[in-house]
Nanobody, 117 residues
Framework: QVQLVESGGGLVQPGGSLRLSCVASGIIFSTYAMGWYRQGPGKQRELVATFTSYGNTNYADSVKGRFTISRDNAKNTVYLQMNRLKTEDTAVYSC???????????WGQGTQVTVSS
């Protein structure tokens, strides 16, 4: 059974930082391109940051220079370091795993990030 479990969300003031984690089980982690997506209030889900099937990183323009995606294959974990957070970053952040060949993909349940003073 595949599980993606996110953690690290919470309430933070503008300008603050959070680090999200997503631990995967039930998959061969190294064969999946991992990514983070978010859905803000009244908005559609959007890409935040991902690893491509070639191992490169891809970021939404709105988070470039502020967010960093990383992964630890030994721990089956992908991270999202979020710095200089803005109120518009408020959203439910979800982890995605997409197989690099078949593109079969899985989603976590999401973690809430609220940026507010």
């Amino acid at each position: 059974q595949v599980q993606l479990v996110e953690s690290g969300g919470g309430l933070v003031q503008p300008g603050g930082s959070l680090r999200l984690s997503c631990v995967a089980s039930g998959i061969i982690f190294s064969t999946y391109a991992m990514g983070w997506y978010r859905q803000g209030p009244g908005k559609q889900r959007e890409l935040v940051a991902t690893f491509t099937s070639y191992g490169n990183t891809n970021y939404a323009d709105s988070v470039k220079g502020r967010f960093t995606i990383s992964r630890d294959n030994a721990k089956n974990t992908v991270y999202l370091q979020m710095n200089r957070l803005k109120t518009e970053d408020t959203a439910v952040y979800s982890c995605n795993a997409a197989h690099i060949l078949s593109m079969q993909n899985y989603w976590g349940q999401g973690t809430q990030v609220t940026v507010s003073s």
